[in-house]
């Protein structure tokens, strides 16, 4: 599901920045003084806090955001790879999979795809049960047993979530790549995968073990290849539909949209490990 | 004698550890007065965009402290190589970048529903940060709130959703182009971001432009 986690990580980021931006309120003051003549720029919209002491506030706030421009950089040996990889996604979202995200959108309806994105969670449940099995996280395999069992019956083949609904069983955010976080390693150096997206050393190992845990892997003789495939990419659809937008909003806001996704995935993994 | 002494350790016991949850009962109702105000704007789908904008905006604005997050991001090592003019340019540009990309996602937010965890104080004393979890088409994003105490309450810093940071996402974007670029650079583009943006920021943001003189 690595498609998926790419995926998820653009909406997120969609949504950190326009959450984050609910600060934008500032500006309104700011606005209203360069009307009224005042000196544009020297007036700090928030009256309080950021005037007093520049120094001084930094020194507050260096021991959570380090000493920027300096030692925070991300060892990115592959950068030219990883940028040239990274428009051809770009293009390949904006031409192929959004135009059909889009059709796909229009016959079902949003509550209809909803529905189809639980169904996919919960089949990639081996992932978060090994996953919290490979950390020792035996509370969080009981639950994930659990949703699957309730929400597969219940919750009639996953579409609706009545292991949380009704007994409070929550998702358990696991998969391999974090395990092998919690045991130690580090994320290695970025890496973008063709289609797939933003991901690192280590993740893309982690996926790379994840796509024996689902039934349709060939190699369990279930399904063929063609058939695997084509259930991985109707649920990127699926979750790219109900996102549409947020990906070019991104992209429209960041100076550099490709160091931001790599930013932002290894934040987000990171925290990810740590739970 | 003793029991004056017990009491007067007692009577001194209690603020000490009253204050810090003094502090974080605080904090809780300022994040939550914040985002309940600021869904109800947005879940009255009978104002128009501007007038929900604007509402959002009038809601947010005592609780965030953006000009220090503009500085933040940055980071004292950049910081110190802008003058005093391109340090209130950056201020500026970064207020107004927050502010297009938030006018440009106000109609994201429709069915969200928000449920609130205790405050948990920072190492840094004076800091609390407070996760709400934001439940949006079925997933569940955790949005933690950054807040430091000031003498007019407590202020936001930085906003993290899902362990991703507004400071460090913008901070390493910044970062990243004042490796190779220089500042005036970096104002540019800025500008030149914020310009393409409609409606009223843009012209308030060319008025700037104009009065800042060219990069």
Redesign the interface.
């Known amino acids: 599901m690595r498609i998926g986690q790419a995926a ?1 990580l653009v909406s ?20 209203s003084r ?1 009307a009224s003549g005042a000196p ?3 007036a ?8 007093e002491g ?2 001084a ?2 020194e ?11 030692g ?3 060892f990115d040996p592959l950068s030219g790879y990883n940028r040239a990889m990274f428009h051809f996604n770009d293009k390949f979202y904006l031409w192929v999979a959004k135009p059909l995200s889009i059709g796909y959108g229009i016959l079902i309806p ?1 509550p209809g795809r ?2 189809v ?2 169904a996919y969670t919960n089949f990639a449940f081996p992932v978060r049960f090994v996953g919290a099995g490979m950390q020792g996280k035996f509370k969080s395999m009981g639950v994930e047993l659990g949703r699957f069992l309730v929400n597969s019956t219940l919750g009639l083949g996953g579409f609706f ?1 009545p292991a949380e609904a009704w007994f409070g069983m ?2 358990q955010d696991e998969d391999l790549g974090q395990a092998f976080g919690k045991w130690g390693m580090g994320t290695g150096i970025p890496v973008v995968l063709p289609i797939l997206g933003q991901t690192n050393l280590r993740d893309g190992i982690g996926f790379a073990g994840q796509s024996f845990l689902t039934p349709l892997n060939p190699v369990y003789g279930i399904a063929d290849g063609m058939t695997n495939m084509s259930v991985v990419a109707g649920g990127q659809f699926n979750f790219i539909s ?1 996102h549409i ?2 990906y070019e ?1 991104i992209k ?5 949209p490709y ?2 996704i790599r ?2 995935h290894l ?6 490990v740590k739970e | 004698m003793l029991t004056a002494i017990a009491a007067a350790w007692a009577l001194a016991a209690v603020p000490a550890s009253a204050a810090p949850a003094a502090d974080a009962k605080e904090v809780r109702v300022v994040i939550e007065r914040t985002v309940h105000s ?1 869904l109800d704007v947005l879940k009255d789908k009978g104002l128009g965009k501007d007038i929900r904008k ?1 509402g ?14 503009g ?9 110190a190589r802008l003058d ?2 391109q340090q ?2 950056f ?2 540009l970064f ?12 109609d ?2 429709t069915d969200e529903t928000v449920d609130f965890e205790e405050p948990v104080q920072a ?2 004393k004076g800091k609390y940060q407070m996760l709400t979890r ?1 439940n ?6 955790g ?1 933690l709130y950054k807040l ?1 105490k ?3 309450g407590w ?24 490796q190779k670029g220089t500042v005036p650079g970096l104002l540019a ?2 500008k030149q ?1 914020t310009l ?1 943006t409609p409606g009223d920021l843009k012209a ?1 943001t060319k ?2 432009a104009g ?2 003189g060219k990069p």
């Open positions: 998820r997120l980021t969609a949504l950190a920045v326009s959450l984050c931006c609910a600060a934008a309120s500032a500006a309104e003051p700011a606005k360069r544009i720029m020297s700090p919209a928030v009256p309080m806090g950021a005037e520049s120094d506030s930094f507050e706030f260096e021991g959570e955001f380090g000493k920027p421009g300096a925070k950089k991300v949003e909803v529905a994105a639980r979530d929550k998702l109900l937008g947020e909003k429209k806001d960041a100076l550099d160091t931001f930013d932002a934040q987000n993994r990171a925290k990810r | 600021v604007k959002v905006l009038a809601v947010i604005d005592p609780v965030f402290d953006l000009p220090l997050m500085k933040l991001t940055l980071g004292r090592g950049h910081w005093d003019a209130s340019e201020t500026s207020v107004a970048t927050i502010k297009d990309s938030y006018y440009e996602k106000i994201l937010f190492e840094q934001i949006s088409k079925g997933q569940r994003y949005l430091y000031t003498k007019a202020k936001v810093y930085d906003v993290e959703i899902e362990g991703i940071s507004l400071i460090r996402s913008y901070g390493a974007q910044y970062d990243q182009f004042l583009k800025m971001k393409e308030a008025k700037s009065k800042t």
